[in-house]
């Protein structure tokens, strides 16, 4: 019969266990926060590529099926490149909703001369953004139409109906919104000119882009809570994340899935470049509380503008991201007096 092993035996056998099981537990959470950061990482990349779509709401639904109640008669239109386009044009009997009613008013107190409610005189494409889709874009519309616009309302790439599946921020689609306006303009036989560009967000980034192509059809352009370089925007919404230390290094990560999934990098985004080309009237609008893109990215959009472009600079006080347009400021009736003063 063996003795019982000793009391030092005891603990030497104990502590192997104790280590070996601490040893266990530090790789099983080493690794867990690896998986946890590589997953981050893919998620990321991948939003930003390809950001969830949104179906259509209620609220789409119910300007799309009556569409009289506000004043806009809309139809539906598809591009040769697949692009879904909305072309929502005033009511020709001259009839408003209440937010065309209100728009008009207040440019008339702005000593502006209008035509006759019904009358179109130019167009107007309307570019959304991130994770947005052409339907978001109606009530907008309803305001332009009353002002005297015809607005072309086209799902950018990635997003709404559009078939494509990757986002590049107005690198691959500058010429998307030259080429909707061109082919709605043959499909329901409209002068294609004068015409204006509208763009928030990415939307903005992507007007950027289109109005710095040769031979550009825009007369005027706005531009609202947009970017000056997609670089800065992610590093900065990383490092709200997770802090100064990783948010960078987490950025850098994304950056690598993002060109997987796009063939281009993220600092290949880069409005402030293309900006520094415009010469048409440009408008740039800001919330001054936004946590997305903060004021400086559009302060520093605008000054790449040349000194040379007609140009105006509007901060909307207290204004996020999300909810810039639908602040008590009247920045609707900037957008709409901006174009009828520069689009002839």
Known sequence: MNPPPSRTTVIQMFGRVTRKRWRGILISTLSLILLTTAALILWAGSEIASPPRRELMDYHREFLSNSAAYGVIIEKFTASDGTRCLVVTPDLSGKLGE?????RQQLTARGLTLQPAGHISGTLVLLHGRKGRKEDYLPIAERLCAS???????????????????AT??????????????????????DPQPAGMLGLSMGGSVSIHAADLPEAPWQAL??????????????????????????????????????????IHL????PHQHASNICIPTLIAHGTADPVAPLECGKRLFAALPATT???????????HDNVLVTPYPIYADIAEWMLRHMK
């Open 169 to 190: 921020y107005g690198v691959r689609e500058a010429t998307l919104p030259a080429r909707v306006l061109n082919e709605a303009s043959k499909n329901f036989a409209f």
């Open 310 to 320: 007609a140009k105006k600079w509007i901060e909307i006080p207290g204004a996020g």
């Open 99 to 103: 937010r065309g009613t209100m728009i």
């Open 267 to 270: 600092a290949d985004i880069q």
């Open 148 to 166: 005297g616009f015809r607005c072309l309302i086209p799902d950018l790439p990635a997003h709404g109906d559009h078939p494509a599946t990757i």
């Open 222 to 263: 706005v531009v609202i809570s947009s970017f000056d370089s997609f670089p800065t925007v992610i590093e900065g919404q990383a490092t709200s994340y997770i802090g100064t230390l990783l948010g960078p290094q987490w950025a850098k990560a994304t950056d690598v899935i993002y060109h997987w999934k796009s063939g």
